[in-house]
């Protein structure tokens, strides 16, 4: 089956820098790469999804890569502000009639002012 | 509603006690999924709807779970004899197609005593 690998598991950054999380996946056959930002005690939020015919794809501050090749996709997230701290989750599926998805271990990403 | 709504939000259960797990998806939202997050972890899928219809259980993981959407709208996720390791959050998403862009709801705590 599908495996996930994210990295790091925690980011630590100064407002106004970048972060990237990394994540690799195990299975070719994987063409649904969405991205979740969750809150401490809160839900799980998409904030990006990408598929598998696209390379990159962007919004506002956030964005992000697909290479199918080496199997790994990121998230790039730009000027950073307070509130963008929280743990992000990658995940990967393919489609089997429908989207199960295989998540990564998450990265708490924390922005100090 | 204009989002997911899952009850109870917490739920303390003793060992051998049966607990049900309540999840109301987007009205019309034809997918619904159940995924257990433990803590410090991603979720992890445990089951998917297609209307009524109980496509994949393949992430249930015992027999004491059973999860049920006999009406093609609400969901219950039923959990018997329950057990230490049972503890987590139960996370329920619906999706208005086969599962790109899904909603998850806050969650239902359970801890086991």
């Known amino acids: 089956g599908e495996n996930v690998e994210q990295h790091p598991s925690t980011l630590s950054v100064q407002e106004g820098d970048s972060a990237v999380i990394k994540c690799t996946y195990s299975?070719?056959?994987?063409?649904?790469f969405p991205w979740y930002k969750q809150e401490l005690g809160k839900r799980p939020q998409l904030i990006i999804d990408?598929?598998?015919?696209?390379g990159e794809k962007k919004d506002q501050r956030i964005a992000v890569t697909l290479n199918k090749t080496a199997k790994h996709f990121s998230l790039h997230i730009t000027e950073t502000q307070p509130e963008d701290s929280a743990v992000y989750f990658c995940?990967?599926?393919?489609?089997?009639?429908?989207?199960?998805?295989?998540f990564g271990t998450g990265t708490r990403l924390l922005v100090s002012p | 509603g204009a989002g997911v709504s899952q009850s109870p939000r917490y739920k303390v259960a003793k060992r051998g006690q049966d607990v049900a797990l309540r999840c109301d998806p987007i009205?019309?939202?034809?997918?619904l999924f159940w995924y257990q997050q433990a803590l410090g972890q991603g979720p992890e899928f445990l089951t998917y709807?297609?209307?009524?219809?109980?496509?994949?259980k393949s992430g249930l993981p015992s027999d004491r779970f059973f999860a049920e959407r006999p009406e093609g709208s609400v969901s219950t996720l039923k959990i018997q004899r329950t057990q230490q390791e049972d503890s987590a959050v139960y996370l329920c998403?619906?999706?208005?197609?086969?599962?790109?862009?899904?909603?998850f709801g806050s969650g239902t705590r359970l801890t086991g005593v």
């Open positions: 709807f297609q209307n009524e219809a109980q496509l994949d």
């Open positions: 998403a619906s999706s208005p197609s086969s599962g790109y862009g899904y909603t």
């Open positions: 299975d070719s056959a994987s063409n649904y």
């Open positions: 990408i598929r598998s015919n696209v």
């Open positions: 009205s019309g939202h034809v997918s």
């Open positions: 995940a990967a599926s393919m489609n089997t009639g429908f989207q199960k998805l295989v």
